[in-house]
């Protein structure tokens, strides 16, 4: 690689030509032109740094390492084999004098994964403004907040045990507002709350109208001073850590039907447009003149959480059901066939006094459109509409798996800590955004994650339109020019 050196004409520093404070003030098109990414003493291509962009399972800058060694070995050999077997067409020629070979050259180290990971970290931070951005672009009607400790375990260096509770906000989508990192849970996210209600005041975007939570939900809590500016904000319980107060029973898969029973009720319209295309799929395989009981039996949770949508009782009636759920499994309504009682009697009514008070916490709200179309879907020949709930915080629960795999291998140094977890929230939210859209996502043509990269290249199979002055104009008072680029 051959580079010139910029010199100051006031300091006389020299700056080599592609150094990133140069190349950032280049327009898109002519800095995509650099292919590598410059440390101190060696350049790193960036095809290399995008293999670590995929946050996941094992994706480490080790795992990198290992790939790249086995590729330049393999190359290198097969050079190698290449070369001996044309000087072995020279040694077996009785043509020639036998000739003097040159030895073949060693194959050069390739950087340690340390190095690996300090280019991706150096790239993070050149495209640091538009990660933050594409986070803070992030908003939601329903909101979620939950914690977790699995996260922060794996910070090491001199950010060993200043964490211990990684909270997350989303929203409807799944997407992830925000994450903070604090010593215990519940406590510094003051921080938090205000900056959320700063950023969307500043966009122009209405208040959530819901937030869920796992605690502190009644009354004057804690969670509700947090979000005081929004005075309108409903703080609900999630109803998935609300039934999980009653779980020490045998029984436990049969008693949690029960109570998920009393507690929702299904949409009779859905259900019955379900049954409808049940009965048709039924009647295609054969089954003729099935009766509703054999129509139901062949209905699956998962084609009722698809295709149905269901709403919680009212507080009196989900007080009054949960009630004779608890007294239908106790006395000898509740014992075995040999008398031994299912549950602790006196245990769970005492949880049961101490949790009445949080039915109207569970409460959906008057109005409240909680479900969200994200398709169609045909059985017997019915098209069914395909359902997603922005109800509780489950989703943030089965991102928290998600999130344990930002940070690969079990530490990480706060600096990394950070490039890993900026990247990975990034990734998710995109890809929880592609899928609220359409769900053939995962089947778009195009897949990248670069937001300028996407908004300086229009989506259209049309070249014609690309060529349009309208079009051109727009793209060139995006960025600096060539002629303003100077150093």
């Known amino acids: 690689m051959a580079a010139e050196y910029l010199q100051c004409q006031s300091c006389h520093r020299k700056v080599i030509s592609w150094k990133s404070r140069v190349v950032q003030q280049l327009d898109l098109g002519h800095r995509l032109q650099f292919p590598i990414l410059m440390t101190h003493r060696l350049a790193c291509d960036v095809r290399v740094i995008t293999m670590l962009w995929q946050r996941g399972l094992g994706n480490s800058s080790t795992q990198l390492y290992q790939k790249l060694e086995e590729q330049h070995s393999q190359e290198h050999l097969r050079k190698l084999a290449l070369y001996?077997?044309?000087?072995?067409?020279?040694?077996?020629?009785?043509?020639?004098?036998?000739?003097?070979?040159?030895?073949?050259?060693?194959?050069?180290?390739?950087?340690?994964?340390?190095?690996?990971?300090?280019?991706?970290?150096?790239?993070?931070?050149?495209?640091?403004d538009e990660v933050k951005a594409s986070i803070t672009s992030t908003f939601g009607r329903v909101l979620k907040m939950d914690s977790t400790k699995k996260m922060a375990k794996k910070l090491a260096g001199h950010g060993t045990g200043t964490a211990a509770w990684v909270t997350n906000v989303g929203?409807?989508?799944g997407q992830v507002l925000n994450s903070l990192l604090t010593a215990s849970e519940g406590q510094g996210l003051t921080d938090l709350s205000r900056g959320l209600v700063r950023r969307?005041?500043?966009?122009?975007?209405?208040?959530?109208?819901?937030?869920?939570?796992?605690?502190?939900?009644?009354?004057?809590?804690?969670t509700k001073q947090l979000f005081r500016d929004w005075p309108h904000l409903s703080i609900c319980l999630d109803i998935?850590?609300?039934?999980r107060r009653f779980s020490a029973h045998p029984l436990y898969g049969t008693f949690m039907s029960r109570l998920s029973q009393a507690i929702?009720?299904?949409s009779s319209q859905d259900l019955e447009h379900l049954k409808q295309a049940k009965w048709a799929e039924l009647t295609c395989i054969e089954l003729e003149g099935a009766s509703d009981y054999t129509v139901e039996e062949h209905i699956s949770k998962k084609e009722l959480a698809s295709h149905c949508r269901r709403q919680t009782r009212e507080t009196e009636e989900t007080t009054a059901n949960i009630q004779g759920l608890l007294k239908a499994f106790d006395g000898d309504h509740g014992c075995d066939t040999t008398g031994v009682p299912l549950f602790d009697t006196t245990r769970m009514w005492e949880v049961w006094d101490s949790q009445q008070r949080h039915v109207a916490c569970i409460q959906d709200m008057e109005g409240q459109q909680l479900y969200t179309r994200t398709g169609t879907k045909v059985k017997g020949g019915v098209p069914l509409p395909v359902y997603r709930c922005a109800r509780g915080s489950t989703s943030l629960e089965s991102f928290h798996l998600h999130l344990n795999r930002f940070i690969p291998g079990t530490s990480a140094s706060d600096l990394h800590f950070q490039a890993y977890l900026l990247e990975g929230l990034v990734r998710w939210n995109e890809d929880r955004a592609n899928a609220a859209l359409d769900v053939t996502a995962s089947k778009q043509e195009l897949r990248s994650y670069s937001g300028p990269l996407r908004h300086a290249t229009p989506q259209t199979d049309s070249a014609k339109q690309c060529l349009e002055p309208s079009y051109l104009q727009t793209l060139l008072s995006q960025g600096p020019t060539r002629e303003n680029s100077s150093v």
């Open 84 to 128: 001996l077997t044309e000087c072995e067409g020279f040694c077996s020629s009785s043509l020639v004098v036998k000739p003097s070979f040159q030895k073949p050259p060693e194959k050069r180290p390739l950087p340690r994964p340390q190095w690996l990971l300090t280019a991706y970290c150096q790239d993070v931070m050149l495209r640091l």
């Open 171 to 173: 929203n409807e989508q």
């Open 200 to 222: 969307y005041a500043q966009a122009g975007v209405p208040p959530p109208i819901v937030l869920y939570v796992d605690r502190d939900c009644c009354g004057q809590s804690s």
């Open 240 to 243: 998935w850590h609300f039934m």
């Open 264 to 266: 929702f009720r299904w």
